[in-house]
C-alpha cells in the first residue's frame, strides 16, 4: 500500500520540479493552537508549501450520527487569500464517501468554484467521474487526498487515490496562475460547508476517536519534504464551538506520530 503512495509521490516532485530534500522532525517548531468553528487537525506555517498529502482508512461514518450530522477528512493549500481544499465527506447514515475538490476566497469568506457546484460555481474542465455518481469510495477503504501546486504552470492539481480498490481521481482544471505564496498546508476533519460556517454538535459522554490521518507528507518550494513535524512550524488546529479560544472545545487533535506524519482526530465530551 505504502509503495504506490511514494511512487505517486517521486512521480509530483518530478513534474514540480523538486528533489527529495529530506527535512527530519530534529528542528521542529510547535506553534500556538489554531482555533476554527469546523476543522480540526494541524497545520504548517514558516513556509510556503507546494504539495501536501494524507491518508485515512475511511470510517464507518453512521458510528458519529449521535455527535454530528455529516464531516469529511481533507487536505488543504491556503494563500492570505485563498483557501484551496480536496476532501472526501459524507452524511452520518450509511453510505459511501464522495470527493470534491473546492476554492474559496479567504478574504470575502466566499465559495470561488469547486468540482461539485454548479452554474458561475462550478470549476472549470470536471470530468464527468466528479459529478456523475460513478465514483465513491467506501468504509474500510484506504483513501490518499493529494494537493499539488505546479509553480511553473500556475495550476493547481488534485488526485485522490483508493489504494484498497485501485479507483482514483484526478483535477487540473483550476489555475490560480503562477506566482501563488502557499504558506499554509492543513490536514484534517471537517464539518461543516466552507471554513467559516459552523456545525450543529452533541458532545459524547466519552471521548470519542472519529478517524487518523496517516502518512502525511509536506513539499516545500525549496524541495524539503516532511510530516508536519519539520524545520516549519505545526500547529495544532482545535474545532470549538465558537472558532475560538473562548470556545468549547467539540473536536481535537492528538498528538503527532511517526515522525510528524500521523495523528488521530477525537470527538470531545
Excluded at 517548531?29 to 491518508?55: C, I, L
Excluded at 498546508?185 to 487518523?212: C, D, I, K, M, Q
Aim: charged fraction near 10%.
Amino acid at each position: 500500500m505504502r509503495s504506490r503512495v511514494i511512487v505517486a509521490l517521486v512521480s509530483v516532485l518530478a513534474t514540480l520540479g523538486a528533489g527529495l530534500a529530506l527535512a527530519g522532525p530534529a528542528a521542529a517548531a510547535t506553534g500556538p493552537r489554531y482555533y476554527s468553528p469546523e476543522q480540526a487537525g494541524y497545520t504548517a506555517t514558516g513556509a510556503r508549501f507546494q504539495y501536501v498529502q494524507s491518508s485515512v482508512y475511511l470510517p464507518q461514518a453512521a458510528r458519529f450520527a449521535p455527535e454530528v450530522t455529516g464531516y469529511g477528512v481533507s487536505v488543504q493549500l491556503r494563500t492570505p487569500y485563498r483557501v484551496v481544499v480536496l476532501g472526501v465527506s459524507n452524511t452520518t447514515t450509511a453510505g459511501n464517501y464522495n470527493a470534491a475538490a473546492a476554492v474559496y476566497n479567504k478574504t470575502k469568506r466566499s465559495l470561488v468554484c469547486s468540482t461539485a457546484g454548479s452554474g458561475a460555481q462550478a470549476c472549470p474542465h470536471v470530468g464527468s467521474r466528479w459529478t456523475d455518481g460513478s465514483v465513491s469510495f467506501a468504509p474500510g477503504d484506504l483513501v490518499t487526498l493529494a494537493i499539488a501546486y505546479d509553480r511553473s504552470s500556475g495550476v493547481d492539481h488534485f488526485y485522490v487515490d483508493d489504494q484498497t480498490t485501485g479507483v482514483e481521481l484526478f483535477y487540473s482544471g483550476y489555475a490560480p496562475g503562477t506566482g501563488q505564496s502557499y504558506n499554509q498546508a492543513r490536514a484534517g476533519a471537517e464539518f461543516a460547508a466552507s471554513p467559516w460556517s459552523t456545525f450543529g454538535y452533541t458532545a459524547p459522554a466519552t471521548e470519542t476517536h472519529l478517524v487518523t490521518l496517516r502518512d502525511s507528507v509536506l513539499v516545500t518550494y525549496r524541495g524539503g519534504v516532511s510530516g508536519f513535524s519539520s524545520s516549519w512550524t505545526h500547529h495544532k488546529i482545535v474545532a470549538t464551538s465558537t472558532g475560538t479560544a473562548s470556545g468549547t472545545v467539540e473536536v481535537a487533535p492528538h498528538d503527532l506520530s511517526n515522525f510528524g506524519s500521523n495523528f488521530g482526530v477525537y470527538l470531545e465530551p
